[in-house]
């Protein structure tokens, strides 16, 4: 897509949403030329796939789960903002995987060989309260790994994972301490790991790299 498709200001900055609707916390893979897109969606919307071939054009294509049951309180209004907590989606051994927090109950996973679908039922990986943003890692040797923050937004702590993704091994080591700390992304470029992290706060935060 040329640069007014997007919205270009001509000062650096874009105008124009991509999608003029409340997408939180999203996350998104590349496979190929296709870009596949999640985000938090809380309960009530369940969690919606979008797809786009230049990130600009995006279409709902699936949906990751259509209700939760962990908790009967989602079933009422009396858990408004509970459920999904920003989702990460990747790709490995040939399937879509899906992982989020919520607030009071746990941290779950998903899988598809489709991104439309069907998607397993939630796997729930650790009952535990407080956690969120989760993103897990599977490295060159065939290690897994996993990566979250703690509600109230820190500190980072990575744990070992099974190779299925379905289990945590360890306890976790705390890797990092900030000021807001939330949003664990977890990479590997050309030998190096990096973690991405939002930090700051919602109105006035910015972007570590570690």
Known sequence: ADRASWGDQGDGTFKNPVLNADYSDPDIVRVEKDFYMVASEFHYMGMPVLHSRDLVNWTIIGQVYNR????PAYDTLRLYGGGSWAPSI????KKFWVYFCTPDDGLYMSTATDPAGPWAPLHEVKRI???EDPCPFWDDDGNAYLGHSILGAGPIIIHKMSPDGTRLLDDGKTVYNGPGAEGTKLYKRNGYYY???PEGGVSGGWQTVL
């Open 195 to 197: 973690i991405w992290i």
């Open 90 to 93: 990747r790709y490995h051994d």
């Open 68 to 71: 939760l049951d962990m908790n």
């Open 129 to 131: 309260g407080s956690w």
